[in-house]
Every structure is written in structure tokens, then in C-alpha cells.
């Protein structure tokens, strides 16, 4: 199996920047895609941004231009540095990743972590 450990959330003011954390771990052949999603109070979960396993990155509106998503393919972590970060930002942050699992036939899987809270306030 694999998990998604998520870590850098917490309290930040308009206007101030944050880092999250994701690490994958497990049992797993390959990593592929990684993103971030969330979700604020009433709302569903969007997506926030995603890169390939090569690099490849597609950010939301919202969030273009503050945000810039990456990735360590040797530690199987995704990052998610977050600047001028608004009101709006505020919503549980949850990290994703297609991991190929099994010996022989690879199988293809979606994973989530467990969320990070993410509350910006003054």
C-alpha cells in the first residue's frame, strides 16, 4: 500500500507565505502524478495544482502566479510553496498521487492523504 503524509500546515496572515509537504511511502513500483487539492467549509474539493513524475505543471486560476507546486522524485515528496496567500486560501489541503503498485502487472492506484489545515487569518 501506499501513504501520503502531509505536513507544513497552520496559521498564517493575508499576505504571508506557507509551505506544505507531502511524502509517499509504502510499498509501490513507481510514483506518477502528484497534486494538491482542497476543501473549505460548504465546499467541495478542488483542485489547487499537480506536476508529472517529468515536471509538468497545471495550476487552478485562483492560484496562479502565488503558488508553485514541485516535486523530489528521489524522496518521492511533493511540495507546495504558498505565497500572498488570501482569505480564500483557507480550506484542509490534501495531497494526491497515482502510485503503480504489485509485482509483474503493475496496477495503477489513486492515493490521498489524511489533509492539513491551512487558515489564513488576521
Known amino acids: 500500500q501506499v501513504q501520503l503524509v502531509e505536513s507544513g500546515g497552520g496559521l498564517v496572515q493575508p499576505g504571508g507565505s506557507l509551505t506544505l509537504s507531502c511524502a509517499a511511502s509504502?510499498?509501490?513500483?513507481?510514483?506518477?502524478?502528484m497534486g494538491w487539492f482542497r476543501q473549505a467549509p460548504g465546499k467541495q474539493r478542488e483542485l489547487v495544482a499537480t506536476i508529472t513524475s517529468g515536471g509538468n505543471t497545471n495550476y487552478a486560476d485562483s492560484v496562479k502566479g502565488r503558488f508553485t507546486i514541485s516535486r523530489d522524485n528521489s524522496k518521492n515528496t511533493v511540495y507546495l510553496q504558498m505565497g500572498s496567500l488570501k482569505l480564500e486560501d483557507t480550506a484542509v489541503y490534501y495531497c494526491?498521487?497515482?502510485?503503480?503498485?504489485?509485482?509483474?502487472?503493475?496496477?495503477?492506484?489513486?492515493?490521498w492523504g489524511q489533509g492539513t489545515q491551512v487558515t489564513v487569518s488576521s
Open positions: 494526491n498521487a497515482a502510485a503503480g503498485v504489485g509485482v509483474g502487472l503493475v496496477r495503477w492506484s489513486s492515493y
Open positions: 509504502g510499498t509501490f513500483k513507481s510514483i506518477g502524478s
